[in-house]
């Protein structure tokens, strides 16, 4: 269709300028976080993480002089480093109303004799003709330029040293859990259904095609309390059998739909030979059906994964809260009430949960896009 | 037990389980009960292959009727309860209509309901309709597709850094805050803030008037119930210009507060559209994706008639393209519009209800297990049963209507 006509050129730069500008506004935000998650606490709170790749020049927060005292004759002197980072001083000062008040290598008089000497690189030397020894240190304001610093410590806190209660690496396991037998069973339960919808004639075939359709629609919240009860009564409770059963049931519409319109479309002379060879019904399921209708299964089975892995109100009804049942998305929403502000942790541990189904994504999208046609477009 | 031991046991036995009980089904009723042989072989076939169906589908339909069609009758029946299991009649349903906040979820669900099903499916035909033509167009769409890999609550985290507020003493964390701050009263401000948002409210009112105007055109005389649903459209499209004009009109007269970091969150009303972009966000891959293979589908014919004609691309894409895949557009309005009833996970982390932005899914979960109040919780259910019920019926006519 391109050349149909002789594009204008202006024309296809405008497509492909909107199109970055479209592209860029739907990964910013994806981007900032995990940026922000490779970034410590301070340089997070002291600059937007769209600076983070640039040195910046920024006031940084006050920081009080510590050291070990020392003696060069009469005067008493502490010498050190203001910054453990390759941060160049540009000015600094002593009183927060006059932050950059000296240039690096001047000496401030602090009174009483004493004086403090900040050089470019921040090493500082502070000297009294009277020892230091119980007084109070000075605080010194700098403005300072910070090259770029990443690091994995976020990474490493969150997923070996977890605050109490809120184990991302077990949370990790438990999403685990949940989501495999959630997405395993359903398929096997709705192929055998799927099959029979699409190749079985019996009485009531329609209706019971028109139910699933109509069920497919039903918001599983109305299904929250009495499955929680019934699940009460019968004496499985909260636990991951019951949510492997919740998320088989709720799965179930969409995976016979889908299944059901994929396997309508196989070729028919196949089933037919087979069961004039004298196949059983069994048999054509599992040697012919099941390998034929492969593509549909894989995308089914990477929609419930992303599902059951992403879901938050079926595991907050159904699992207990208790580290050993707490699964990712609930952990992270107990975070940002928790830690709303410390996004060092907040940012590792959101990419931690969203890394499986961003990779899964990516290596199976051919499938999900499949599975998305075939249950939307006719 | 040690949970993944548990898990692999359980996938044993369900596989197991799904596969011994299918065999043993199938051998029971070939060789046991309705054998292929001896003297009533033809009957046995038969009778056979009457069972045959049920004996597959028994799993699913046990599922099915446990987990979604038992529990719509029973919270039916619990909403007419009260806490304790007395019943009430509707005595939760008038309770709930009294609550401020029920009035409150309602009106934000009704939002809900036209920005992010409307927002997603223009920005989706926008991406599909340009990724189409452009030679990285599959790399772009991956990126755009991407936010559906996201789980609602690791999108909620995304968006609150961009959405954060420091004091203005402050660096600025959040990029929205950090572009705000940018902004003085200049020029640009002029520009980006009022005159282009002022722009677009009026663009939507104008299609409006367009799509009004179509509708009192399009045949005079027709059926009544089809010129009283038209009529119903012309006074929404009117009803939903007059607010717009009125935003308008506030955009440009407004104070804004400049040099002020905002509170993105925790500003009443606008809030809810910071929430509502997050699902815009997620969704507007979705319908790219499907849009993109319906407007391939369209028949090429059709456009080289148009191009032969003289026709520019802003008419090839409105006059030839849209109006062949509005069934498209439609499943895919429809598919959001459920997504939107269900969503309660982004106002849960980001907002939890507070600062006016309560939804009805999120204050069904606030009544189930914060208060305690099963049949509350339950009526609040029932109100999202019934705000999808025209889709479902609709759903069912067209699954049937396919089928004959």
Redesign the interface.
């Given at each position: 269709m391109d050349n149909i006509a002789g594009q204008k050129s202006a024309l296809a730069w405008a497509v492909n300028l909107s199109v970055a500008v479209l592209v860029i506004l739907w990964i910013i935000p994806t981007a900032g976080l995990l940026v922000s998650s490779f970034r410590s606490g301070d340089q997070i709170d002291s600059s937007g993480w769209w600076q983070a790749f640039a040195t910046q020049e920024a006031q940084q927060a006050p920081i009080r002089i510590t050291g070990a005292e020392t003696t060069e004759g009469e005067t008493h002197v502490i010498a050190g480093h203001l910054f453990t980072t390759g941060a160049t001083v540009s000015a600094w000062g002593i009183s927060s109303r006059e932050p950059a008040a000296f240039a690096p290598d001047e000496t401030a008089d602090l009174g009483g004799g004493s004086s403090l000497t900040v050089a470019q690189d921040g090493s500082f030397t502070l000297s009294s003709p009277t020892s230091f020894e119980g007084a109070r240190l000075p605080r010194v304001f700098t403005t300072a330029a910070t090259p770029p610093e990443f690091t994995i410590d976020n990474y490493r806190n969150v997923i070996f040293s977890p605050m109490a209660g809120q184990s991302i690496g077990q949370a990790f396991l438990n999403t685990l859990t949940v989501s495999i037998p959630a997405t395993v069973i359903p398929i096997l339960v709705a192929a055998f259904a799927a099959y029979a919808l699409a190749w079985m004639d019996f009485p009531g075939r329609a209706l019971l095609i028109a139910t699933i359709v109509g069920l497919l629609v039903v918001p599983l919240q109305l299904a929250l309390i009495p499955l929680l009860q019934l699940h009460n009564t019968i004496g499985i409770g909260k636990g991951y059998l019951g949510i492997w059963l919740a998320h088989t049931g709720f799965g179930l519409p969409m995976a016979i739909y889908l299944l059901r319109n994929y396997m309508v479309g196989l070729p028919k002379d196949i089933i037919e030979n087979a069961r004039v060879d004298g196949a059983t019904e069994f048999q054509i399921f599992v040697k012919i059906i099941l390998p034929l209708s492969f593509p549909a299964l894989a995308s089914f089975a990477i929609f419930q994964f992303l599902w059951t892995w992403n879901d938050l109100l079926v595991a907050l009804v159904f699992l207990g809260t208790g580290n050993d049942q707490q699964v990712l998305t609930g952990n992270l929403v107990n975070l940002m009430g928790s830690r709303g502000g410390d996004w060092e942790i907040l940012s590792a541990s959101a990419f931690v949960s969203i890394a499986v189904p961003l990779l899964v994504f990516f290596s199976m999208q051919r499938f999900l896009v499949r599975g998305l046609l075939a249950g939307s477009v006719k | 037990m040690n949970?993944?031991l548990?898990?692999l046991i359980?996938?044993l036995l369900?596989?197991g389980g799904?596969?011994g009980y299918?065999?043993t089904a199938?051998?029971l009723l070939?060789k046991v009960l309705f054998p292929a042989r001896g003297a009533n072989i033809g009957r046995n076939i038969n009778r056979a292959?009457?069972v045959?169906?049920?004996v597959?589908?028994f799993?699913?339909?046990f599922?099915?009727g446990?987990?979604?069609?038992?529990?719509?009758f029973?919270?039916l029946s619990?909403s007419l309860n009260d806490r304790n299991g007395a019943f009430i009649g509707l005595g939760n349903y008038s309770r709930m209509i009294a609550e401020p906040k029920f009035g409150e979820s309602l009106r934000n669900n009704m939002l809900w309901l036209v920005v992010v099903p409307a927002a997603s499916t223009v920005?989706g035909l926008?991406?599909a309709q340009?990724?189409d033509?452009?030679r990285?167009?599959n790399l772009?769409k991956?990126?755009?597709?991407?936010?559906?890999?996201?789980?609602?609550?690791?999108a909620?985290?995304?968006?609150?850094?961009?959405y954060?507020a420091r004091d203005a003493s402050?660096?600025?964390?959040?990029?929205l805050n950090?572009v705000w701050m940018q902004f003085g009263g200049g020029f640009w401000s002029l520009l980006l803030l009022r005159i282009l948002p002022a722009a677009i409210l009026v663009a939507l009112i104008v299609a409006g008037a367009l799509a009004a105007w179509a509708m009192v055109r399009a045949t005079p005389g027709g059926k009544l119930s089809a010129n009283v649903l038209r009529g119903i459209g012309v006074v929404i499209i009117a009803a939903l210009a007059y607010v717009l004009g009125g935003w308008g009109l506030g955009l440009l007269t407004a104070a804004l507060p400049y040099g002020r970091p905002q509170l993105w969150l925790q500003t009443p009303f606008w809030n809810n559209f910071f929430l509502m972009m997050v699902l815009v966000?997620i969704q507007?891959?979705?319908a790219m994706?499907?849009l993109s293979?319906?407007l391939r589908?369209v028949p090429?014919d059709t456009?080289?008639a148009a191009?032969l004609d003289g026709a520019n691309?802003f008419q090839i894409f409105f006059r030839i393209k849209v109006p062949q895949i509005r069934?498209?557009i439609v499943?895919?309005w429809t598919?959001i519009t459920?997504v939107v009833?269900?969503v309660?996970?982004i106002v849960?982390?980001m907002t939890n209800g507070q600062w006016e932005t309560q939804v009805l899914?999120n204050y069904?979960?606030d009544k189930?297990?914060r208060s305690f109040d099963?049949g509350m919780?339950?009526a609040a259910?029932?109100v999202?049963?019934a705000l999808?019920t025209p889709?479902?019926i609709w759903?069912?006519w067209n699954?049937?209507k396919?089928?004959r």
């Amino acid at each position: 269709m391109d050349n149909i006509a002789g594009q204008k050129s202006a024309l296809a730069w405008a497509v492909n300028l909107s199109v970055a500008v479209l592209v860029i506004l739907w990964i910013i935000p994806t981007a900032g976080l995990l940026v922000s998650s490779f970034r410590s606490g301070d340089q997070i709170d002291s600059s937007g993480w769209w600076q983070a790749f640039a040195t910046q020049e920024a006031q940084q927060a006050p920081i009080r002089i510590t050291g070990a005292e020392t003696t060069e004759g009469e005067t008493h002197v502490i010498a050190g480093h203001l910054f453990t980072t390759g941060a160049t001083v540009s000015a600094w000062g002593i009183s927060s109303r006059e932050p950059a008040a000296f240039a690096p290598d001047e000496t401030a008089d602090l009174g009483g004799g004493s004086s403090l000497t900040v050089a470019q690189d921040g090493s500082f030397t502070l000297s009294s003709p009277t020892s230091f020894e119980g007084a109070r240190l000075p605080r010194v304001f700098t403005t300072a330029a910070t090259p770029p610093e990443f690091t994995i410590d976020n990474y490493r806190n969150v997923i070996f040293s977890p605050m109490a209660g809120q184990s991302i690496g077990q949370a990790f396991l438990n999403t685990l859990t949940v989501s495999i037998p959630a997405t395993v069973i359903p398929i096997l339960v709705a192929a055998f259904a799927a099959y029979a919808l699409a190749w079985m004639d019996f009485p009531g075939r329609a209706l019971l095609i028109a139910t699933i359709v109509g069920l497919l629609v039903v918001p599983l919240q109305l299904a929250l309390i009495p499955l929680l009860q019934l699940h009460n009564t019968i004496g499985i409770g909260k636990g991951y059998l019951g949510i492997w059963l919740a998320h088989t049931g709720f799965g179930l519409p969409m995976a016979i739909y889908l299944l059901r319109n994929y396997m309508v479309g196989l070729p028919k002379d196949i089933i037919e030979n087979a069961r004039v060879d004298g196949a059983t019904e069994f048999q054509i399921f599992v040697k012919i059906i099941l390998p034929l209708s492969f593509p549909a299964l894989a995308s089914f089975a990477i929609f419930q994964f992303l599902w059951t892995w992403n879901d938050l109100l079926v595991a907050l009804v159904f699992l207990g809260t208790g580290n050993d049942q707490q699964v990712l998305t609930g952990n992270l929403v107990n975070l940002m009430g928790s830690r709303g502000g410390d996004w060092e942790i907040l940012s590792a541990s959101a990419f931690v949960s969203i890394a499986v189904p961003l990779l899964v994504f990516f290596s199976m999208q051919r499938f999900l896009v499949r599975g998305l046609l075939a249950g939307s477009v006719k | 037990m040690n949970p993944a031991l548990y898990a692999l046991i359980v996938i044993l036995l369900g596989i197991g389980g799904c596969i011994g009980y299918f065999w043993t089904a199938n051998f029971l009723l070939d060789k046991v009960l309705f054998p292929a042989r001896g003297a009533n072989i033809g009957r046995n076939i038969n009778r056979a292959n009457m069972v045959r169906p049920w004996v597959f589908l028994f799993p699913a339909l046990f599922f099915l009727g446990i987990y979604l069609a038992y529990p719509v009758f029973a919270t039916l029946s619990l909403s007419l309860n009260d806490r304790n299991g007395a019943f009430i009649g509707l005595g939760n349903y008038s309770r709930m209509i009294a609550e401020p906040k029920f009035g409150e979820s309602l009106r934000n669900n009704m939002l809900w309901l036209v920005v992010v099903p409307a927002a997603s499916t223009v920005f989706g035909l926008l991406a599909a309709q340009l990724t189409d033509r452009i030679r990285w167009g599959n790399l772009a769409k991956s990126l755009i597709f991407m936010p559906m890999a996201i789980s609602f609550v690791g999108a909620s985290v995304i968006w609150k850094l961009v959405y954060d507020a420091r004091d203005a003493s402050l660096p600025q964390v959040g990029l929205l805050n950090a572009v705000w701050m940018q902004f003085g009263g200049g020029f640009w401000s002029l520009l980006l803030l009022r005159i282009l948002p002022a722009a677009i409210l009026v663009a939507l009112i104008v299609a409006g008037a367009l799509a009004a105007w179509a509708m009192v055109r399009a045949t005079p005389g027709g059926k009544l119930s089809a010129n009283v649903l038209r009529g119903i459209g012309v006074v929404i499209i009117a009803a939903l210009a007059y607010v717009l004009g009125g935003w308008g009109l506030g955009l440009l007269t407004a104070a804004l507060p400049y040099g002020r970091p905002q509170l993105w969150l925790q500003t009443p009303f606008w809030n809810n559209f910071f929430l509502m972009m997050v699902l815009v966000w997620i969704q507007t891959g979705f319908a790219m994706v499907i849009l993109s293979a319906a407007l391939r589908g369209v028949p090429e014919d059709t456009i080289e008639a148009a191009v032969l004609d003289g026709a520019n691309p802003f008419q090839i894409f409105f006059r030839i393209k849209v109006p062949q895949i509005r069934g498209t557009i439609v499943v895919v309005w429809t598919t959001i519009t459920i997504v939107v009833l269900k969503v309660f996970d982004i106002v849960l982390a980001m907002t939890n209800g507070q600062w006016e932005t309560q939804v009805l899914a999120n204050y069904m979960y606030d009544k189930f297990f914060r208060s305690f109040d099963t049949g509350m919780g339950s009526a609040a259910a029932m109100v999202i049963m019934a705000l999808v019920t025209p889709i479902l019926i609709w759903n069912v006519w067209n699954a049937r209507k396919e089928m004959r």
